[in-house]
């Protein structure tokens, strides 16, 4: 069985990707406000600083700061995966035998891509893929277009333009999903 081990620094700050297992299907944006409530509830007991946050249809990404002391982001997303399963309607999403078994629904892949930030450089790329990435799945053509991004509360502080994301970006790095990127010339 494979050994997989994550970064663990109480107080860290963390990029993650957290995947619904078809990726074809849109229940995080359709079901967008069972999300949030599964979100919010779950951060009331288990708090933390949302730096930056993103929904899209089948993923999302967030960057997260866990409190002093404190490196388990894993318990966090266990538990909002598992609410926002529960929110949906129960004959819905059964899966395959193997995850009826263990009495998981066939609607996220067990495993999530987390990245701890290591320093301003990595945060602000991080930030701008979060906020890019609904213009690079060719979702909207602007990033201020997507309704489920902290990137209108990052405008409202004066940290982006409104226009900010309608040029083309690219990425230089690991982000948790297929391709990659960097600014693109021009």
């Known amino acids: 069985?494979?050994?997989?081990?994550?970064?663990?620094?109480p107080g860290g700050c963390y990029f993650f990707t957290v995947t619904l297992q078809h990726r074809r299907r849109d229940l995080l944006t359709r079901h967008i406000g069972h999300l949030y409530a599964a979100i919010?509830?779950?951060?009331?007991?288990?708090p933390l600083t949302t730096e930056a946050f993103v929904?899209?249809?089948?993923h999302l990404h967030a960057l997260w700061r866990l409190p002093e002391g404190d490196a388990d982001y894993p318990t966090r997303w266990a538990l909002i995966k598992g609410a926002f399963s529960r929110s949906l309607a129960p004959d819905r999403?059964?899966?395959r035998a193997?995850?009826?078994?263990?009495g998981e629904r066939d609607i996220w892949q067990r495993r999530f891509w987390e990245h701890e930030i290591r320093n301003d450089r990595d945060y602000r790329l991080h930030l701008d893929y979060i906020h890019y990435n609904p213009v690079r799945h060719g979702l909207v053509?602007?990033?201020?277009?997507?309704p489920w991004s902290s990137?209108?509360?990052?405008?409202?502080?004066?940290?982006?333009?409104?226009?900010w994301g309608s040029e083309a970006l690219e990425y230089d790095?690991?982000?948790?999903?297929?391709?990659?990127?960097?600014?693109?010339?021009?």
Request: aromatic share 10%; charged share 40%; glycine share 10%.
């Open 93 to 95: 999403h059964r899966g």
């Open 1 to 9: 069985m494979p050994d997989y081990r994550r970064a663990r620094t």
């Open 173 to 186: 790095g690991a982000f948790g999903e297929r391709a990659s990127a960097k600014r693109r010339p021009g």
């Open 141 to 146: 053509s602007r990033a201020a277009d997507w």
């Open 98 to 102: 193997s995850r009826r078994r263990r």
């Open 55 to 58: 929904v899209l249809p089948d």
């Open 151 to 163: 990137f209108h509360k990052y405008v409202e502080d004066g940290l982006y333009p409104a226009d």
């Open 40 to 46: 919010g509830r779950v951060l009331a007991r288990h």
